[in-house]
């Protein structure tokens, strides 16, 4: 059987195995996606890419052709929220949701990723895999072995490679399951109430609707096939009519549990995406955080394979998204628990906190991802993502210096005082009217460093830190 090499393998097709491979080809680095369907599935799981999203999307060039085929929302999606949580003024580039399929979300990852070289391998299941000090070794379905330095399992919730890898993945049981059904019927859009109280949602798709209503008795196996027989009984049991479904797309069933994965990486195997949390469908999340892993880790491994990484740059990516996964499985269960409390203390506690414009932006941040900060400091923007803002120079936007995938320098100066360090990194002169004088941005646009005036001190650590070893000026 043959046996084929790569330098990084990707298992699984879905947004975040498909956003790491373009950013891993980006980097220079051979990258094999194996993806055990050997089709597209016939459904679109998702419609939405949040502000966070879209910002890291457009560090790379890849945002502005996507907001101009979605529709735009000016609020952040939210669970049990009293009201639109506003975007308006919020930390970000882009402030609002943007109603676009999924599966044209991937279309244009995948894109990129086979534009830039990565190789794609429908139809080839990932069945076990062994690893030593200098790689990974692959056992596909059909008998192949593929050799890599790195794993990344991206496979979703039921993770082979994580549960192969012995990474555990402690949680909490679903408490409720909900059935949610692509089909065509009558019902109007919006949220119907029956006269036991229970809800039926009705959201709009095109040449469809997609209803979610939660199961009253779900079955003993969770695995149990969703029929439209079942999706029908609980549709009428909660209207207390019948309203014919038909032409189903799409049926299944999802619950409440969320479990997040002890660590990221094991040796020479990562997780990323649904494979390292599973957590509640609120705010519309899914997807979002996904893309938000396999841009973090993304560089860092590339610069890794390439034996350019500082010490303990790839250990960075379970120290900065391992929060981060705890963070949204926190925020999604909050959501739910404040869905289910109706007209209780707490409710009535998050209406007033997101009836004042602080609070509501606070929320839309959290909800979203876009308080995310990586590193502690005095000034706001240090460890969060730069503001794309305005630049008087080559590029007018500092969102397209990133493009290239390549950490940056941007000097403000007057009299370009950070020129010399450009030997050994990309430094960008330009001018602003933002009071920074100098920014060191990582290759996923976090600010790893900055300075409000001309001294450098602190960047040559900041440089060997996430950068490398790299000719430090004589006068730094």
């Known amino acids: 059987m ?62 502005e052709g996507l907001v101009a085929e979605g ?8 669970t049990g929220m009293p009201g639109p949580l506003l975007l308006d003024g919020a930390a970000t580039d882009h402030p609002f949701s943007l109603g676009i399929p999924q599966t044209r979300v991937e279309e244009v ?41 790195y ?6 919730g039921r993770s082979t490679v994580r549960k192969q890898a012995g990474i555990g993945f402690p949680g909490v049981d679903a ?3 909900a059935l949610l059904g692509d089909v065509e019927c009558e ?32 079955p003993a196996d969770k695995d149990t096939p969703v029929t439209l027989d079942r999706l029908q009984s609980q549709v009428d049991s909660v209207l207390g009519r019948h309203v014919e479904l038909r032409a189903p797309r799409w049926l299944t069933r999802f619950g409440d549990a969320a479990r997040l994965a002890e660590r990221y990486r094991e040796g020479r195997v990562l997780l990323a995406g649904d494979a390292a949390h599973i957590h509640p469908p609120a705010g519309a999340i899914g997807v979002n955080v996904a893309l938000d892993d396999a841009f973090n880790l993304g560089w860092k491994l590339a610069a890794t394979v390439r034996g350019t990484a500082p010490d ?8 900065e998204r391992h929060p981060a996964g705890e963070r949204i499985l926190a925020n999604t269960r909050a959501q739910v628990a404040l869905e289910e409390a109706g007209p209780e203390p707490l409710a009535d506690l998050m209406r007033r906190v997101a009836a004042h414009p602080g609070g509501n932006r606070a929320l839309a941040e959290i909800i979203t991802g876009l308080d995310a900060r990586y590193e502690p400091g005095d000034h706001p923007w240090l460890g969060r993502l730069a503001p794309d803002i305005p630049l008087r120079g080559p590029e007018t936007h500092l969102a397209a210096l990133l493009h290239p995938g390549r950490p940056v320098l941007l000097d403000l100066t ?3 005082r950070f020129a010399a360090w450009s030997p050994g990194i990309d430094v960008v002169a330009a001018r602003s009217t933002s009071d920074v004088r100098a920014l060191l941005l990582r290759p996923d646009g976090h600010v790893a460093w900055l300075a409000t005036g001309s001294d450098d001190t602190g960047l040559a650590e900041a440089i060997h830190r996430w950068v490398g070893d790299v000719p430090v000026p004589a006068t730094a």
Request: hydrophobic residues 40%; negative net charge.
């Open 175 to 177: 408490r409720w399951f």
């Open 187 to 218: 019902l109007p859009y919006g949220v119907s109430a029956g006269p036991d109280g229970r809800t039926l949602f009705v959201i709009p798709r095109p040449g469809y609707v997609r209803i979610v209503v939660r199961e009253d008795d779900p």
């Open 2 to 63: 043959p046996e084929l090499e790569t330098d990084v393998l990707v298992a699984g097709a879905g947004p975040a195995g498909l956003l790491l491979a373009a950013e891993l080809a980006l980097a220079g680095v051979r990258t094999t996606i194996v993806e055990r369907n050997p089709e597209k599935p016939p459904y679109c799981r998702g419609f939405n890419l949040n502000s966070r999203s879209l910002d890291l999307l457009a560090r790379r060039g890849l945002a």
């Open 71 to 78: 529709h735009r929302v000016p609020h952040a999606p939210a």
């Open 151 to 156: 794993l990344v399992g991206c496979d979703g």
């Open 109 to 149: 990852l995948e894109a990129r990723a086979r534009e830039l070289g990565a190789d794609l391998l429908p139809g080839h299941e990932l069945k076990s895999f062994t690893q030593d000090e200098d790689g990974v070794t692959v056992v596909i379905h059909n008998g192949w072995t593929i050799r890599a330095r």
């Open 312 to 319: 303990c740059l790839l250990d960075s990516y379970h120290t």
């Open 414 to 416: 007057e009299d370009e």
